[in-house]
Antibody, heavy 120, light 106 residues
Framework: QVHLVQSGAEVMKPGASVKVSCKAS????????INWVRQATGQGLEWMGW????????GYAQKFQGRVTMTRNTSISTAYMELSSLRSEDTAVYYC?????????????WGQGTLVTVSS | DTQMTQSPSSLSASVGDRVTITCRAS??????LNWYQQKPGKAPKLLIY???TLQSGVPSRFSGSGSGTDFTLTISSLQPEDFATYYC????????FGQGTKVEFK
């Protein structure tokens, strides 16, 4: 069965960077994109971008361009999302989600979420 | 970017009610529209993809319709486990979620 297991909660200072991991199992890691979606407390879902684990190609939402970097280590089937220049508004639960390719894609499996708290 | 607008933002319903949630895109997204259910403290769960295809394992009381800019999620007979927040999401032009619709107990 497919599982996406994320790293634990983080507390960060404003201006710092955070790196969240997402370890995939139960399928061929390079056959599906990994997306990152965040959710501030009591708010809706916000898509941040995608990464193709096979090629390493990425696509970021305009809001996060220049501040987010998505990478992977295929040898351990793990994807990473790094967000820099953190501010209080980045406090949220960050999810990784698997999707197939192209316009027909959908987020069919999700990680459990990682709470990132930005506070001085 | 394609904006997604859901209505209503919240609704109150009883077990057995028929519930309809709408989602409107700011431009045509053909049929590249997915629906998710989220319960408090949990990750979202895929219900419907490509506007009307039921994800495996999802009860048949859930259905989706629409194309172009206007889409609908219908729950034919609301069950206690269906009280949750529902999100639409387009995959035609980047990826964008609607703001969510909370289904509450009446």
């Amino acid at each position: 069965q497919v599982h996406l297991v994320q790293s634990g909660a983080e507390v960060m200072k404003p201006g710092a960077s955070v790196k969240v991991s997402c370890k995939a199992s139960g399928y061929t890691f390079t056959n599906y994109d990994i997306n990152w979606v965040r959710q501030a407390t009591g708010q809706g879902l916000e898509w941040m971008g995608w990464m193709n684990p096979n090629s390493g190609n990425t696509g970021y939402a305009q809001k996060f361009q220049g501040r987010v970097t998505m990478t992977r280590n295929t040898s351990i089937s793990t994807a990473y999302m790094e967000l820099s220049s953190l501010r209080s508004e980045d406090t949220a639960v960050y999810y990784c989600a698997r999707s197939d390719f192209g316009a027909e894609s959908r987020f069919d499996y999700w990680g459990q979420g990682t709470l990132v708290t930005v506070s001085s | 970017d394609t904006q997604m607008t859901q209505s209503p933002s919240s609704l109150s319903a009883s077990v057995g009610d028929r519930v309809t949630i709408t989602c409107r895109a700011s431009q045509s997204i053909i049929s590249y529209l997915n629906w998710y259910q989220q319960k408090p403290g949990k990750a979202p769960k895929l219900l419907i993809y490509a506007a009307s295809t039921l994800q495996s394992g999802v009860p048949s009381r859930f259905s989706g319709s629409g194309s172009g800019t206007d889409f609908t999620l219908t729950i034919s007979s609301l069950q206690p486990e269906d009280f949750a927040t529902y999100y639409c999401q387009q995959s035609y032009n980047g990826r964008t979620f609607g703001q969510g619709t909370k289904v509450e107990f009446k």
